[in-house]
């Protein structure tokens, strides 16, 4: 078995950050701001509902921050019009605004470029509340070509400057079933397969595809792999932890941790009281 690339999260408390002091991060930063990227069924939405611990769709709001009509972003959706400045927020976790770059899925120049330019305005903004302080890549496993043009020219061509982009390998599942199927028939029990199948599966996925984008000029900060995130169990936690890891940003990671107070072991792992 190959050796794993996925990174240890590593421990300890940072800071140790009181009621009072979330307030005062909150009044100086804002909410934090993720960009999510990710195919049609790519399981964006799931994802973020995880994360917000939610079954509601978002409130959409304009670029000058006025609530969008339901029924006119439908009416654009049908269309195929999106503008990624619109920011997604739900009520269930307010401290969260997401940018969602639907239409990247196409590959065309056109929708490459609208993503590139708003990563780059962004991170020309002056205040640390405008600036985009995340983006999570979702990229589908469940077909035998997970990368994808748009995932190839995002890694190769699209820098980030200091914001950190998590992948997201999402529907996963699908390859612990091919990774059960191979084990049953090199002989393996059921209770065996069912087992070693996990593991089996992110072996192979790594040597296959993983090393690939970590050779490439701007590969992710880290990974994570989701597994049935249509089922009520999974949840996103080991997301939210390693984007907490990544930012490299005291204040955003204090920022990121306070809005993400439903997530016990990561209040108990940065002290939070």
């Known amino acids: ?106 590959g065309g120049i056109e929708e490459l470029n609208r993503v590139k330019e708003f990563i780059e305005s962004r991170s020309k903004e002056t205040k640390l509340a405008r600036k985009l302080h995340a983006i999570w890549y979702c990229i589908p496993v469940d077909d035998s070509r997970p990368f994808t043009t748009a995932e190839n020219w995002f890694f190769s061509e699209c820098g980030t400057a200091d914001v950190p982009v998590i992948a997201i390998f999402t529907k996963f599942d699908a390859l612990d079933t091919k990774a059960f199927t191979a084990l049953r028939k090199g002989g393996k029990s059921t209770t065996e397969a069912e087992e070693l199948a996990p593991q089996h599966a992110v072996a192979s996925f790594e040597v296959v595809h993983l090393k690939t984008v970590y050779t490439l000029a701007y590969p992710p900060k880290d990974h994570v792999y989701q597994r049935n995130m249509n089922t009520e169990g999974p949840d996103c936690s080991e997301l939210v932890e390693r984007t907490a890891a990544v930012l490299d940003n005291e204040t955003l990671q204090q920022l990121f941790v306070s809005t993400q107070r439903n997530s016990l072991k990561l209040c108990i792992r940065y002290g939070l009281e």
């Open 1 to 106: 078995m190959s050796k794993s690339i996925s990174k240890p999260i590593s421990g300890g408390p940072l800071f140790s950050l009181n009621d009072g002091q979330a307030q005062k991060i909150k009044s100086k930063c804002g909410r934090f701001r993720i960009l999510i990227i990710g195919r049609a069924n790519a399981g964006k939405t799931t994802i973020l509902q995880k994360v917000c611990n939610t079954t509601e769709d978002p409130i959409v709001y304009d670029a000058n921050g006025e609530e969008i009509d339901p029924l006119v972003l439908e009416a654009s959706a049908s269309r195929g019009l999106h503008n990624i400045e619109e920011e997604l927020v739900f009520k269930s976790n307010p401290g969260f605004i997401f940018h969602d770059s639907r239409g990247f899925e196409a």
